[in-house]
């Protein structure tokens, strides 16, 4: 991010800058009618809006790389997999009455936490930080790429191992829901079994319980 | 003023490939499809061997009454065809055609992230319309479509991130610039692993589980009629010139051709993509259609490791030659 010479107002914004906010309003928009519709998949819809409407911003901040792996991994694959969720559940056509929460002010309070931290944080750092636009651009692939390997390695490394650690933890709850319904399924085959002087092969238990 | 002229006609120019191209895709597979199964196709429409069939067509389905059924959730409904057009016209902006600097419709710097992230978006339109119909056949079709594009995403980015690599960068032209004869050897597996991964994006046979009409009537888009259900398959056939066109670019080496290119690049492009889209079209005439648990396995146990092969492989090679 390079600082621009010439003085900037808040007063005189440039269009870039109206787009940006006009942009941002849109998405919070959206983001506070996924939390609120009572329509389950029309919530994942309008995440599609909020989460495309951030691609949106980092374009306008010139991050063209971040932009669209926002859309590749967010908006093509996780909800994707939401409404992959959704699908398989009863969701309804149209409201659904049990769509509230009884935690809804511990949710607004947590909401509103990490909000006023995170802007906090964000303004605390970029201040007075303009983006040069006539310049080289500030967020090419090269320059996001270079700052990550080089400045960044050790927390993009750090990262990798916590999503490691999701993938075998996640494929160890498979394994061990799968081997528990096989364990009952014996044991009650062998209880059975017991019960009934051997008269019956474990094998039909492990098949039910699968 | 010259530039608003240039951008002008540069989208005019992507827009009318977009509205024509597909059409010329659809009507070979009429008349390939026919000859490969010993029929001549259509004949009468426009009077030269049935070219007008598709414009036939167009007209009829504009003729056709919309109906919205009443248990659907509108809205999201009539929005489904549009979000599943709509992605391809912007895939097209960034594919280049040629070496020039007026050969491609806008040159973006992440163009590979660019293209594969926009044509994920597309299978939201089936996914909506899936759900939207109120219909136990659509809401199957959608979960299929949900499931294949979560098996198929990782193959295909895998592949063009092992061209990416090779490359050095993952601007499309950039790729292009860099490409040599001999990466058509080394990333071979990429492509046909990208090709295939495509095809089941798209949902094209032998990948047609989500619209297998012999099942589940046509999946997503049964209760879809006129001219929205001629969105979807306009989508699909705008999604077939993209695919060929990405791996025209991506590994064929698109405008680079063995008799030198000068001037001549956007012909060899056209060419490889139209030669691919034969391909396609093959395809669907020749195979019967894949299971879901084998469309799954595919993916999983020979698509996800061909590609981590090849990207190994694309390692390799780079630290070798560099």
Known sequence: ?????????????????????????????????????????????????????????????????????????????????????????????????????????????????????????????????????????????????????????????????????ALVGAIVLSRKAKADAEGEGDGKAGADGKAKADALPAAPGKEGAR | MNDVLDVALRLLVVFAVFLTFPLIVGQTEHKVMAHMQGRLGPMYAGGFHGWAQLIADGVKFAQKEDVVPAGADRRVFQLAPAVALLPYLLVLLAIPIGPGEGAVGQVLDAGVFFVLAVMGVGVLGSLMAGWASANKFSLLGGLRTAAQLLSYELPMLLAAASVAMAAGTVSLPGILHAFHWWWLPWQIVGAIVFFVAGLAELQRPPFDMPVADSEIIFGAYTEYTGLRFALFLLAEYAGIVVLCGLTTVLFLGGWHGPWGADGLGWVWTLLKTAILAFLVIWLRVTYPRLREDQLQKLSWTLLVPLSLAQIALTGIVKVVIS
Not at chain 1, 16 to 25: D, H, M, P, R, T
Not at chain 1, 84 to 112: E, H, Q
Not at chain 1, 133 to 159: K, N, Y
């Open chain 1, 1 to 165: 991010m390079t600082l621009a010479q010439a003085p900037h107002g808040f007063l005189s914004p440039a269009g870039v800058e109206i787009a940006f906010l006009l942009v941002g309003l849109l998405t919070l928009g959206a983001a506070l009618v996924t939390v609120t519709t009572r329509q389950l998949v029309h919530a994942a819809l309008w995440l599609v809006v909020a989460l495309g409407g951030l691609a949106v911003e980092y374009l306008l901040l010139t991050a063209e790389f971040i932009a669209w792996v926002q859309v590749l991994i967010y908006v093509g694959s996780v909800v994707v997999l939401l409404l992959f969720g959704l699908m398989l559940t009863k969701a309804p056509i149209g409201r659904s009455p049990d769509a509230d929460s009884g935690n809804r002010w511990a949710a607004l309070t947590v909401a509103v936490a990490s909000a006023v931290a995170l802007v906090w944080v964000v303004v605390d750092a970029f201040r007075t930080t303009w983006i040069d636009l006539d310049g080289p651009a500030a967020g090419t692939t090269e320059v996001t790429g270079a700052s990550l390997f080089r400045h960044w390695v050790l927390p993009f490394e750090a990262l990798s191992v916590l999503l490691l650690a």
